[in-house]
């Protein structure tokens, strides 16, 4: 039995465009008519899917249109998607910042939320000021907020101006302080929206291992919004993608994020324009001579690389494979210093071997360079491709790594 402790059915919120922000009185006089005769929302009927980039026919708009998905306790669920997607409304929605056009929410204790820098904190009031009084918003009483009050102080590193006015404050202190406060005080959800950006990097690091206590060993629930992938990932099982206000998708972590990246990645061969002198022209990947961007593990993969190979010396052409979070895997380099540059265009094929790269989403860089460190040419994020894990003798795991390396093993008697 599922222990449900967060449930959105048929979430809808409708906005209209330009500077009157929810209707003109003409347009109130007409919904109340329509309610008066127990007719619909006239308004309902009309409306733009949430396209920011391109322009639209009507003056409405569905920030969100029929969001539908359940969260279990203790579940971290991820919520990823381009900007505009509708993350922050349906978090808003969740939090009861804003009220849904249409649906309901339904959830089964205490909301806590961090939805932008200082949301909740009066700026003079004093950071001491700002626990108390944000604990009580939560429903905490003075002596829980009390009991708790000095780890949320050394949590959130700001000892030193605990009793200074919040508006001098950077923008990093507040979120330090703000997470400090709804991480501490215990809430049943923690709705978290992309708050951890303005923090450095060891905050951050420090934020997503509490999140991770409260999530597994507190068994409280986490919804995060995050455009940092190596962050959604390391935090969350599940995640949802949401794409022009609807749920694209909905599933485990690391198929939500390769989905994601697939969908805004250049998965296209590399072809410089013809008008840029560019002295790396073309980038192809192959398997057996033809092209194509879906591997299996057992398969060979070459990237099969053009250089207009001219006036330039002591050269080299390097190769780095970088996994889905944009990290470099590995490097490799053919040096060119050995050979006749006569030719005004030369080609290069760098084979990585069946059964190196693991399962998952990858791309490429391709670098011209001389010896000295002078770069000629650099091409990044090309060329995307899929390793996938059908016909292989891996072991059962969500998580194989990058590279599979072919150690050499040794029976000790």
């Given at each position: 039995m599922k222990d449900i402790i967060l449930k959105a059915e048929n979430i809808s919120k409708q906005y209209r465009l330009g500077q009157v922000g929810t209707g003109t009185l003409s347009h109130d006089l007409n919904r109340w008519w329509h309610q008066l005769r127990g007719k619909e929302d006239p308004y309902l009927k009309v409306g733009d899917t949430n396209d920011r980039s391109t322009k639209g026919e009507s003056e409405y708009v569905w920030a969100l249109q029929d969001i539908n998905f359940e969260v279990e306790r203790g579940e971290v669920l991820g919520i990823i998607g381009k900007n505009g997607a509708g993350k922050s409304t349906l978090l808003k929605i969740l939090s009861k910042v804003t009220a849904p056009t249409t649906g309901s929410i339904k959830s089964r204790g205490r909301i806590a939320s961090l939805l932008e820098v200082g949301t909740g904190f009066n700026g003079e009031m004093t950071g001491r000021e700002n626990i108390y009084l944000n604990g009580a918003i939560l429903g905490m009483t003075k002596r829980e907020i009390t009991s708790k009050l000095g780890e949320i102080i050394d949590f959130s590193g700001c000892e030193r101006y605990i009793d200074t006015p919040v508006k001098r404050y950077s923008s990093g202190m507040t979120v330090r302080l703000a997470f400090a406060v709804a991480a501490f005080l215990e809430p049943e959800i923690l709705v978290i929206d992309e708050v951890l950006a303005v923090g450095d990097a060891e905050f951050q690091k420090k934020a997503i291992g509490k999140m991770q206590d409260i999530s597994k060993g507190e068994g409280r629930t986490v919804l995060f919004v995050s455009h940092n992938m190596g962050s959604i990932a390391s935090l969350c099982k599940s995640g949802i993608y949401m794409e022009n206000g609807k749920i694209i998708m909905q599933d485990h972590i690391s198929k939500i994020i390769d989905s994601y990246i697939s969908s805004n990645s250049n998965s296209e061969n590399y072809k410089c324009h013809k008008e840029v002198q560019n002295y790396i022209s073309d980038v192809e990947i192959l398997n057996k001579g033809v092209k194509i961007n879906q591997f299996g593990i057992n398969d060979e993969i070459q990237i099969c690389i053009e250089v207009i190979y001219e006036n330039i010396l002591?050269?080299?052409?390097?190769?780095?494979?970088?996994?889905?979070?944009?990290?470099?895997?590995?490097?490799?380099?053919?040096?060119?210093?050995?050979?006749?540059?006569?030719?005004?265009?030369?080609?290069?094929?760098?084979?990585?071997?069946?059964?190196?790269?693991?399962?998952?989403?990858?791309?490429?860089?391709?670098?011209?360079?001389?010896?000295?460190?002078?770069?000629?040419?650099?091409?990044?994020?090309?060329?995307?491709?899929?390793?996938?894990?059908?016909?292989?003798?891996?072991?059962?795991?969500?998580?194989?790594?990058?590279?599979?390396?072919?150690?050499?093993?040794?029976?000790k008697y």
């Open positions: 002591s050269t080299k052409v390097g190769v780095a494979l970088l996994d889905r979070n944009k990290n470099k895997v590995f490097t490799t380099h053919f040096d060119l210093s050995n050979i006749s540059n006569a030719r005004k265009k030369m080609y290069f094929t760098c084979n990585i071997p069946s059964k190196t790269i693991c399962p998952g989403l990858y791309s490429f860089d391709v670098a011209l360079f001389n010896t000295t460190g002078i770069l000629y040419d650099y091409v990044s994020d090309i060329c995307q491709i899929t390793v996938l894990e059908t016909g292989s003798d891996m072991y059962f795991d969500n998580n194989y790594g990058n590279v599979f390396v072919n150690c050499k093993w040794d029976e």
